[in-house]
Nanobody
Framework: QVQLVESGGGLVQAGGSLRLSCAASGRTFSSYAMGWFRQAPGKEREFVAGIRWDGGSTYYADSVKGRFTISRDNAKNTVYLQMNSLKPGDTAVYYC????????????????WGQGTQVTVSS
């Protein structure tokens, strides 16, 4: 079992930055691929970024490449999402998720989700 708690969301102006954190419980965090997803009002949840269990591989949605960076600290059971050059279109609830397979995680296949943190970008 993995329990996930996100933090770091908030209101920011366009062009600003935020760093999201996702703290995981459980001793097996380092064996899971981790990812960030987001869901805007009236839209389906979408993949944002993913990272392999050892941090050796990362993947990003085209819409955030070059602006967002995912990282993890296995000693702290935490995964991060650094978001720079934020745009109003980035406004959404952001969720972290865990999955043993990064490929499955990228498709949204996960049994473990956090409760979400709101990110609002004003123009």
């Amino acid at each position: 079992q993995v329990q996930l708690v996100e933090s770091g969301g908030g209101l920011v102006q366009a062009g600003g930055s935020l760093r999201l954190s996702c703290a995981a419980s459980g001793r097996t965090f380092s064996s899971y691929a981790m990812g960030w997803f987001r869901q805007a009002p009236g839209k389906e949840r979408e993949f944002v970024a993913g990272i392999r269990w050892d941090g050796g591989s990362t993947y990003y949605a085209d819409s955030v490449k070059g602006r967002f960076t995912i990282s993890r600290d296995n000693a702290k059971n935490t995964v991060y999402l650094q978001m720079n050059s934020l745009k109003p279109g980035d406004t959404a609830v952001y969720y972290c998720a865990a999955q043993t397979s990064l490929a499955r995680l990228r498709s949204g296949d996960s049994n473990y989700w956090g409760q979400g943190t709101q990110v609002t970008v004003s123009s």
